[in-house]
């Protein structure tokens, strides 16, 4: 009786990956791409100032540093945790670098160091409640999101830093081009974006990142320190978080202790649009930078075509649930295949 | 309650203004009214493990659309059904959202606080409300106090307070909450609508946020998109603080009663104190940090404890042998 059922059941259910969503959560970073494509074309169309190369230069380093945040945030949320404090690590260890900077010329680009510093410490103060204390990420970051802001706006005193106050060398460090035609900002993202994907993707703590974001439990009964891990992905996260808060410090020139405020809804919004899942375990680093050169470009279209700053903030919200509900859709999809396939397994 | 009667005292050795009764009663309303009104929603969606981080959000479309039907001629009684059932709707929005794609409530009200946010500035405009567009009925609630005394909204805040114990500590309701907090896969095989029961927690949350609405706009006579943005962070140390588990099940109503008593006075206190804004903020979130840090250490101490007690246990029975 089962034997006869067999071949038609194999014959309905679709041979697995043809499924329109396995093809679709396999190429996620494609489809990004396909978007992000899509949506140039609208504007191209829509816009004549968007296709100019100072544009579409504007564009693209607009999105480098969003793009090197959204990767950090994209390695804490593989395994499946939240970093809402990532605005915050930004602008201490931007405004406290800055400050070194200014009081300290003679020490020269070493100081570059500090702001990567400061964020690391605070990634594993991060990462060390959540991994060790077990206490929901959300909760402990937020707390961190105020502690961090109120540190930066108590040590600052009501002063700012000026573009006076900061040597050559740091903006040249971002604006200048070692490579001829290709900025430093450029160079830089596109390094971090290949080696934190080679770290996630060949090493063994990249491996395990993935396995402890798709099971948390299992991954402890396999023998994973799992609270290790976690503590690590903060602490890159906050490491990452710190170099764009030098890089995005000495880009705009300006700190002021409410630098970068709000900045995390953007960051989770490229990770959740790039095609990370917010359920942890699945998409990569490529994808969250891409999301974030989505939401830039559709920040600047919508500014070019005359939009309202109200759908604007608009777009950032609706960009994460809009992501939210179509990955969760996906999945369900998937795990739905997976099951009905397993069924027939067992009754093999 | 140690903690709270500590504070008080610091409060007052730090301000010579502190204690006397009509401050104690209006700090009361002033600091903890519309924070504790949120804290109660917050809490019963936390109880059934889910979050809702756009109430801030919710309330501040509120306050502005409150204003918009005040400028309107809008009676207060209409105006005020509309607010409330417009802000259930908002929360349930949520809700229904989160259980039919059963997605994670973090990042979706994260995403819903960014659109009610954006709602809020297109309701409202850049600047707002002022005093002006307020007629005397809409501020009656947070402003006005009976025989000069008790604030209305404080009234209103400890009637909440009751109404909320009924619920979830002496109905049906309550006990399900609890039940969808510690185990919703048993809760659901028990035959509960689990989902429902998720959705309407955000109904409520939402509600309390419209409720919340209602006083800030007599307390502040002004409305805009950008209102109560910083709260969050307040009530989430008082919902952490009050001893209500953030994974869901756990915590009592009195517990959060005391620790909105805490964190307000200690507020309330630094304000008086002349400790400015980001340095209370600052304070507020190490109070939050050490809320979650302070368990866990106790924790790590009973198991080194518990621990040592085994191993002299060992070395006891192996020397009776």
New interface residues.
């Given amino acids: 009786m089962s034997g006869a059922a067999l071949p038609d059941s194999r014959m309905t259910v679709e041979a697995p990956g043809r499924h329109w969503s396995v093809i679709i959560l396999r190429n996620r970073v494609i489809g990004v791409l396909i978007f992000e494509v899509i949506i140039a074309v609208v504007f191209v169309f829509s816009s004549k100032q968007f296709l100019t190369i100072s544009n579409l230069n504007t564009i693209f380093l607009n999105a480098c540093i969003l793009s090197i945040l959204a990767c950090a945030e994209g390695v804490v949320i593989i395994t499946r945790n ?1 970093d ?1 404090s990532v605005a915050s690590t930004l602008a201490l260890a931007a405004f406290v670098g800055f400050d070194l900077i200014k009081k300290y010329p003679e020490v020269g680009p070493v100081l570059v160091l500090v702001p990567i510093l400061i964020g690391l410490v605070c990634g594993l103060i991060n990462g060390a ?1 959540v991994g ?2 077990k ?2 990420s ?3 970051t ?6 961090y ?3 930066v ?2 040590y600052a005193q009501g002063h700012q830093i000026e573009p006076k106050d900061i040597g050559d060398w740091v903006r040249n460090t971002v604006t200048g081009s070692v490579l001829p035609g290709i900025s430093n900002l450029a160079l830089i993202t596109l390094a971090v974006i290949v080696v934190v994907s080679v770290l996630l993707r060949y090493t063994r703590i990249g491996r395990q990142i993935y396995a402890i974001g798709s099971n948390p439990s299992a991954s402890t009964f396999y023998g994973l320190k799992v609270s290790r891990v976690v503590l690590g992905a903060y602490a890159l996260c906050g490491a990452l978080t710190g170099l764009s808060g030098f890089l995005f410090a000495a880009r705009s020139s300006y700190v002021v ?1 409410w630098f970068a405020q709000g900045l995390e ?1 953007q960051v ?2 490229s990770v ?1 649009v790039g095609g990370i899942s ?2 942890g375990g699945s998409g990569n680093v490529v994808g969250a930078a891409l999301g974030a050169m989505v939401l830039t470009t559709m920040d600047n279209g919508l500014i070019l075509v005359g939009t309202s ?3 604007r ?2 777009l ?7 992501a ?2 179509f990955d ?2 996906v999945l ?1 999809q998937v795990s739905g295949l997976l099951k009905s396939r397993r069924r027939r397994g067992t009754r093999r | 309650m140690v903690f709270v009667l500590c504070s008080v005292v610091a409060a007052s050795l730090l301000s010579p203004l502190y204690l006397n009764a009509f401050q104690i009663l209006y700090s009361l309303q002033q600091t903890m009214g519309i924070a504790g009104i949120l804290a109660i929603g917050f809490m019963v969606v936390v109880l059934v493990g889910e ?1 809702d ?1 756009s109430l801030p959000a919710i309330l501040a479309i509120c306050t502005v659309s409150f204003a918009r039907l005040s400028v309107l001629g809008m009676p207060f009684g209409w105006s005020a059904l509309i607010l409330l059932a417009l802000a259930t709707a908002l929360g349930l929005a949520n809700g229904i ?1 989160v259980v039919s ?4 409530s ?3 009200t ?10 809020a ?2 309701i409202g405009g850049y600047e707002g409300f002022g005093a002006d567009a307020f007629g005397p009925a809409y501020i009656f609630v947070g402003e006005k106090a009976i025989a000069g005394v008790v604030p209305v909204s404080l009234l209103l805040l400890v009637a909440l307070f009751v109404i909320a114990y009924l619920l979830v500590h002496r109905s049906v309701y309550g006990r399900l909450l609890y039940a969808t907090g510690n185990n919703r896969r048993a809760t659901f095989l028990s035959g509960h609508n689990v989902k429902a029961i998720i959705a309407s927690t955000y109904g409520i949350g939402g509600l309390m946020a419209g409720i919340g609405a209602l006083v800030y706009i007599g307390q502040y006579q002004s409305a805009r998109s950008d209102n109560e943005a910083n709260i ?2 307040f009530v ?2 008082c919902i ?1 603080l009050g001893g209500v588990n ?2 869901g099940g756990k915590g009592t109503l009195f517990g959060l009663i005391m620790s909105i008593l805490l964190l307000g006075t200690i507020q309330n206190g630094m304000g008086l104190a002349n400790i400015n804004g ?2 209370q ?6 109070i ?2 050490a809320s ?2 302070v368990p ?1 250490g106790i924790r790590a101490v009973g198991r080194v404890r518990s621990r040592e007690e085994r191993t002299l246990q060992n070395s006891a029975s192996a020397g009776s042998k």
């Fill in positions: 939240y809402v409640i060790y204390g206490v929901s959300i909760f402990v937020l707390a961190t999101l105020s502690v802001r109120g540190i706006t108590v202790p809804l989770i919004g959740v917010v359920l700053e109200v759908i903030q608009l950032y919200g609706a960009a994460i649930v809009g939210c509900t969760a859709i369900q | 979050i981080l959202l794609f059963s997605l994670p973090m990042a979706v994260l995403g819903m606080m960014g659109v009610y946010r954006a709602v500035l297109w969050l962070l989430v140390a952490a953030l994974a980001p340095v903020v600052l304070v507020i979130g190490l939050l940090l979650m840090i866990l």
